[in-house]
């Protein structure tokens, strides 16, 4: 059959058109997804705040179009007399205890009391690394002392000044995770000779504990103008120990002072003798406020590819559009 001129043009126009279209690598902007691929990158997301994985991972899933809103965020505080088992009621209730830079965003985003004293699972660890050099590690990363259990055989061991001794080769996977996101290193005699009590607000990024502590510079400035405004106060108390230790690694979990304690001040220096009080987050689908998504069928779109694709092109153009129904 000898085809027409200008069906010949549509058609090779619309089979260059089809050459541009890249599957490997499917847009989620503009492309509304299948209901079951938005629920697996909602669960997904879900997963991933509930774990605590790190930015990157979430980053990724949003990018990939899982649906924050979708999203319901609880919180609650645990408090025991003994820090281990308030810790441990957080994670038996489903709770995943705010890390340090968590709860300073909950505190400037309103979500977090400012009048309560908050222990998180963020840790400073104080050791040699395995070449020898003296640091003091701000982890907000899982840890040794993330595990209940760990602090309470570290008090049965018998805790140093209040520190809870730790296993070398844990301490070592927390020197080799620096990022400066997530994870600080800092070389321990500046830590040691740097200054105590309260600073003022001016020169407290510079010390060499805040940034690290508040989990990097743009947080730390934002909870500092915050800080000042919450409490009427110029000056805030940074505290950390000598704890540099013959016997081995030592660590301590951190917290933040109230206005019972500390003015909000950063405590790098607590027992793990101490009473805790967590604030525990838990993320789960909001059922009824989930953004409804209405993809088109695989009908529909081969329907309208009947103007546009030509028929030489069309398998294949259904077989990629398939893939990316799955």
């Given at each position: 059959?000898?085809?027409?001129?200008?069906?010949?043009?549509?058609?090779?126009?619309?089979?260059?058109?089809?050459?541009?279209?890249?599957?490997?690598?499917?847009?989620?902007?503009?492309i509304t997804l299948s209901p079951e691929k938005q629920k697996q990158l909602?669960?997904?997301?879900?997963?991933?705040?509930?774990?605590?994985?790190?930015?990157?991972?979430?980053?990724?899933?949003?990018?990939?179009?899982?649906?924050?809103?979708?999203?319901?965020?609880?919180?609650?505080?645990?408090?025991?007399?003994?820090?281990?088992?308030?810790?441990?009621?957080?994670?038996?209730?489903?709770?995943?205890?705010?890390?340090?830079?968590?709860?300073?965003?909950?505190?400037?985003?309103?979500?977090?009391?400012?009048?309560?004293?908050?222990?998180?699972?963020?840790?400073?660890?104080?050791?040699?690394?395995?070449?020898?050099?003296?640091?003091?590690?701000?982890?907000?990363?899982?840890?040794?002392?993330?595990?209940?259990?760990?602090?309470?055989?570290?008090?049965?061991?018998?805790?140093?000044?209040?520190?809870?001794?730790?296993?070398?080769?844990?301490?070592?996977?927390?020197?080799?995770?620096?990022?400066?996101k997530n994870v600080f290193v800092i070389n321990y005699n500046e830590l040691?000779?740097?200054?105590?009590?309260?600073?003022?607000?001016?020169?407290?990024?510079?010390?060499?504990?805040?940034?690290?502590?508040?989990?990097?510079?743009?947080?730390?400035?934002?909870?500092?103008?915050?800080?000042?405004?919450?409490?009427?106060?110029?000056?805030?108390?940074?505290?950390?120990?000598?704890?540099?230790?013959?016997?081995?690694?030592?660590?301590?979990?951190?917290?933040l002072g109230g206005y019972d304690v500390g003015y909000g001040g950063l405590?790098?220096?607590?027992?793990?003798?101490?009473?805790?009080?967590?604030?525990?987050?838990?993320?789960?689908?909001?059922?009824?406020?989930?953004?409804?998504?209405?993809?088109?069928?695989?009908?529909?779109?081969?329907?309208?590819?009947?103007?546009?694709?030509?028929?030489?092109?069309?398998?294949?153009?259904?077989?990629?559009?398939?893939?990316?129904?799955?």
């Amino acid at each position: 059959m000898v085809q027409k001129t200008g069906e010949l043009k549509a058609g090779l126009e619309g089979a260059r058109k089809f050459e541009k279209l890249k599957f490997n690598k499917p847009k989620t902007e503009g492309i509304t997804l299948s209901p079951e691929k938005q629920k697996q990158l909602n669960n997904g997301l879900v997963d991933a705040l509930n774990k605590g994985n790190k930015d990157e991972e979430i980053e990724r899933l949003l990018k990939a179009g899982a649906d924050m809103s979708a999203i319901k965020q609880t919180t609650k505080e645990f408090y025991n007399e003994d820090i281990d088992k308030a810790l441990e009621d957080c994670q038996k209730e489903g709770f995943r205890a705010m890390s340090m830079p968590e709860l300073i965003d909950a505190r400037i985003n309103g979500k977090a009391n400012w009048d309560k004293l908050y222990f998180t699972p963020s840790i400073i660890a104080t050791g040699k690394t395995n070449e020898g050099k003296a640091v003091a590690v701000i982890a907000h990363v899982p840890n040794y002392f993330s595990n209940p259990a760990n602090i309470r055989k570290a008090k049965k061991e018998g805790l140093i000044n209040g520190a809870g001794r730790m296993p070398q080769e844990e301490f070592q996977k927390l020197v080799d995770a620096k990022d400066g996101k997530n994870v600080f290193v800092i070389n321990y005699n500046e830590l040691k000779n740097s200054k105590l009590d309260r600073i003022s607000i001016t020169e407290a990024l510079e010390h060499p504990e805040v940034i690290p502590f508040l989990g990097g510079k743009e947080r730390a400035e934002k909870y500092l103008a915050k800080f000042k405004e919450a409490y009427n106060k110029n000056s805030i108390g940074v505290w950390h120990e000598e704890d540099l230790s013959e016997k081995g690694p030592v660590g301590r979990l951190l917290y933040l002072g109230g206005y019972d304690v500390g003015y909000g001040g950063l405590f790098g220096d607590g027992s793990l003798n101490y009473d805790g009080r967590f604030l525990g987050v838990r993320f789960e689908i909001a059922e009824g406020e989930a953004k409804k998504t209405k993809a088109p069928s695989i009908d529909q779109i081969m329907e309208i590819a009947e103007n546009y694709v030509p028929t030489a092109a069309k398998a294949e153009f259904e077989e990629k559009i398939r893939e990316l129904y799955k």
